[in-house]
């Protein structure tokens, strides 16, 4: 009865914080725009308390946008089988091929060789090896993998609050690398199909974002390495071969990656292979169940597959189709069109700074759903770059480093009882400062 108790003050929650936000919005809205802003609200508001599951959560948009005539049932259910979400399953079970062969014990074990066995030398190798980790997998998955092996590497409090935030900040980093390596990525990517405009390849997004992402690194490391100086620390760096199973894997991640490659673009030498990458990723995840590779079984391993994060991408896509459907997008950006007398710079720094502090205390892929259809309509209506403006809202919706609730790597981290929400909020303001100085300057003087 407890349990139960709590959930219906979880959703009592959410009608009022919906109610509330229609009857705002009524003022400024039309009746459709404010239905929509109230179901979103009561939408955001059940992530945030998890007042339902998530997957629940997530499949609501089916149900509730046709019942208050916001979008049709094919209208809302197509965009759950966006092209972009299967990309993700690809990438995905990859990852769980990774997980169940161990591979990434061995990855990660390279990565703290190119260190030194010192407290800052191993802050660095936590952030950059859950990074690039984190690029290619899920960064809940990262930082699951790599917070126990963290904690085992010393006794001392003040390091394993570090070492434990080193995997959550670098997770959270180095999804910005890769299209795949965060939800929000994908949003882009699935908004600027729909509008038809040219896509960022594989290889393009990721030859953007390095520069950022290793700036990033060396930021989060350098700011939790401050005051460790002289603490002793022993790291074990026993040499593990590679198994059969880990180098079937490693094969395939490595053929992945090399037709990613071949795939990208580079005008005026290489036009690429023309492929779609959804089809190259998911490809490459179902070979791992068949022979001779046959890492996964679908039986033993389906449950690993996160079809709850593939609902939210669908529940995501549909808040932007709902966004441009209604005219809210147009509406909002309307309202918005007193920033225009602005430099675009001060523009870009309004935008980094709205984005960065709200995904503190919301879910990023319904804040990237909720913004990008708002920030294409301001950028149409006054002649900005749109692809450039909705590029940075979506980098900033992963700098989510001060809060428990923002990301799930930091939520990890929290559990781990190493750390106070006090201490993430304090590195966590600091590494929000940077990233969105260093996303401006990034956008303003190399994107353009």
Same mark, same amino acid.
């Given at each position: ?45 059940l992530w945030t308390n998890e007042g339902l599951s998530l997957g629940v959560v ?28 299967? #990309?993700?399953? *690809?990438?995905?079970?990859? !990852? @769980?091929? $990774? /997980? ?8 990660? +074990? =390279? ?112 700011? #939790?390495?401050? *005051?460790?100086?002289?603490? !002793? @620390?022993? $790291? /074990? ?8 199973? +880990? =180098? ?135 002649g900005l770059d749109a692809k450039l403006f909705m590029t940075v809202a979506t ?54």
């Amino acid at each position: 009865m407890g349990e139960s108790s709590v959930i219906y003050k979880k959703l009592a929650v959410a009608f009022l914080v919906a109610f509330g936000v229609f009857a705002a919005a009524f003022m400024l809205f039309s009746p459709m725009q404010s239905l929509l802003l109230g179901v979103i609200a009561f939408l955001v508001t059940l992530w945030t308390n998890e007042g339902l599951s998530l997957g629940v959560v997530s499949l609501l948009p089916i149900i509730l946008f046709p019942s208050f005539s916001i979008l049709s049932v094919s209208q809302t259910t197509q965009n759950y089988a966006n092209p972009i979400i299967f #990309l993700f399953l *690809g990438g995905f079970l990859l !990852a @769980i091929g $990774v /997980e169940k062969t161990k591979l990434h014990e061995w990855i990660a +074990q =390279k990565m703290f060789s190119f260190f030194p066995a010192t407290p800052r030398g191993i802050i660095f190798s936590l952030v950059i090896t859950s990074g690039l980790l984190s690029s290619l997998l899920s960064n809940t998955t990262t930082t699951l993998l790599l917070i126990s092996i963290a904690l085992y590497l010393t006794q001392n409090p003040k390091l394993k609050m570090r070492f434990a935030l080193s995997i959550a900040y670098g997770a959270s980093i180095g999804g910005i690398l890769t299209p795949i390596g965060t939800p929000p990525n994908l949003i882009l990517l699935g908004f600027m199909q729909e509008k038809g405009m040219e896509l960022f390849s594989f290889m393009e997004w990721s030859w953007m974002m390095l520069p950022l992402v290793f700036a990033m690194f060396f930021v989060a490391a350098f700011l #939790l390495s401050i *005051g460790v100086d002289g603490v !002793a @620390i022993k $790291v /074990e760096n026993e040499s593990k071969k590679l198994t059969k199973e +880990q =180098k079937k894997v490693l094969l395939l991640i490595g053929g992945a990656v090399l037709l990613l490659l071949l795939n990208a673009p580079f005008k005026p030498y290489w036009n690429g292979l023309g492929w779609s990458e959804t089809v190259i990723l998911l490809g490459f995840g179902l070979l791992l169940f068949v022979p001779p590779f046959h890492t996964l079984d679908w039986m033993d391993d389906k449950a690993k597959i996160p079809f709850r994060i593939m609902f939210l991408f669908g529940a995501g896509f549909s808040i932007a189709s709902a966004f441009s459907a209604t005219g809210l997008a147009d509406s909002v950006a309307s309202y918005l069109v007193a920033l225009i007398e602005l430099e675009p710079i001060l523009i870009l720094l309004a935008v980094a700074v709205l984005v960065t502090f709200t995904t503190e205390i919301t879910s990023n892929t319904a804040l990237v759903s909720v913004m990008l259809p708002i920030i294409y309509a301001l950028s149409q209506q006054c002649g900005l770059d749109a692809k450039l403006f909705m590029t940075v809202a979506t980098v900033c919706a992963s700098y989510a480093f001060m809060l428990p609730i923002a990301t799930p790597p930091n939520a990890i981290a929290m559990s781990s009882g190493t750390l106070k929400v006090s201490d993430m909020a304090k590195y966590g303001f600091v590494l929000n400062i940077a990233g969105i100085l260093l996303v401006v300057f990034m956008a303003e003087f190399f994107w353009k």
